[in-house]
């Protein structure tokens, strides 16, 4: 079982920060050093100086190294979004974006969120300038388009695993129903995916753990693994910043049930929080401090509840078949 963090390489500098890392896990993924933002300052050029730093940390701690993103609709530069760009030069600026940065990481980057959240609540294709504005020439056709990445992406780095990674698509329901048809007609038709990544952004304490855990069944009886991707469980926080203290009870509650969900099967191969430290969690910029205290670790660095109860749960292994 792999044990994960999305992780920033700015932070990598802190002691704490980085000595916490090195010893918990033995996954990471940048959360945003390998986005298109980042990576590409201009039509021409690739700066992977922030990603490289991800890969030589994990290198030096023998953890293996998760790629995020290569398509998405969101965080893309303004050159690119404000580029008036027909389909056909789309077409060939992702493909050529995909084969460099694949092959750039060929060997370092075990596995790849492809494409990252092109469905909306309903299980429809999320407009962006990858599907319809302008597309890239198959615009109104589905998941050709998400087809078409996959295919790139494969033949970019045939060794890498392949993953399409969505949020609220954890339980049952209209999204997780369109990616489930989705990854059954692409195994159907041997278009290259390897996984489905489940980001698991807990908004509540009421998680619906049977409905999870039957998605993660339904989808490795596809043919394909699952990794929980982005997993954090937000709480409500007091005027002093604080959760209660039976909310971070429960919250440990959540985490142990979704890690055991995970391991009751086979093919679920991975867990991996995005961020591990409350002290750097997107969360409390997200909601405007009004939520917060989502991750294993608080803003010290100290285990809380949710961090023993996730240990206690891969203590016990996966249970017997």
């Known amino acids: 079982m792999l044990i994960g963090t999305a992780v920033r390489p700015a932070q ?11 010893r918990e896990y033995n996954m990471i993924e940048a959360e945003d050093a390998m986005k298109w933002r980042t990576l590409r300052p201009d039509t021409v050029s690739f700066d992977f100086r922030q990603g490289d730093e991800v890969v030589r940390f994990a290198e030096a701690h023998q953890m293996k190294i998760r790629g995020h993103c290569l398509v998405w609709g969101r965080d893309n530069p303004d050159w690119l979004t404000q580029g008036s760009f027909t389909p056909a030069r789309l077409r060939k600026q992702l493909r050529e974006h995909i084969t460099r940065v694949m092959k750039h990481y060929a060997g370092e980057v075990f596995a790849w969120d492809v494409i990252n959240e092109a469905m909306d609540e309903n299980g429809n294709i999320r407009d962006s300038i990858w599907y319809n504005q302008p597309g890239i020439g198959v615009s109104g056709k589905g998941t050709a388009y998400i087809e078409q990445v996959f295919r790139w992406a494969h033949k970019a780095d045939p060794a890498a695993l392949l993953f399409y990674n969505e ?4 339980g049952l329901n209209r999204k997780s129903d369109a990616i489930y048809a989705m990854i059954k007609d692409f195994k ?7 996984g489905v990544g489940l980001q698991m952004h807990i908004p509540a304490l009421d998680a619906d753990i049977p409905a999870i855990a039957q998605n993660i069944s339904r989808l490795t009886a596809l043919g394909v693994q699952v990794h929980i991707t982005e997993l954090d469980v937000s709480l409500p926080l007091d005027s002093n910043g604080q959760p209660q203290p039976t909310d971070t009870e429960n919250q440990a509650k959540v985490y142990r049930d979704i890690v055991r969900a995970c391991l009751a099967n086979q093919d679920c191969t991975a867990i991996e929080t995005w961020g591990f430290s409350d002290k750097y969690s997107w969360i409390g ?3 405007r401090g009004t939520r917060g205290g989502a991750l ?6 100290q285990p809380k509840p949710a961090y023993r109860a996730i240990q206690e749960e891969l203590s016990a292994g996966r249970p017997p078949h």
């Open 188 to 194: 159907r038709r041997r278009v290259p995916i390897d």
């Open 296 to 301: 294993p670790f608080d803003r010290s660095y």
């Open 285 to 287: 910029s997200h909601t």
């Open 12 to 22: 990598l500098s802190e002691r704490a920060y980085a000595s916490t890392l090195a």
């Open 167 to 170: 949020a609220e698509g954890e």
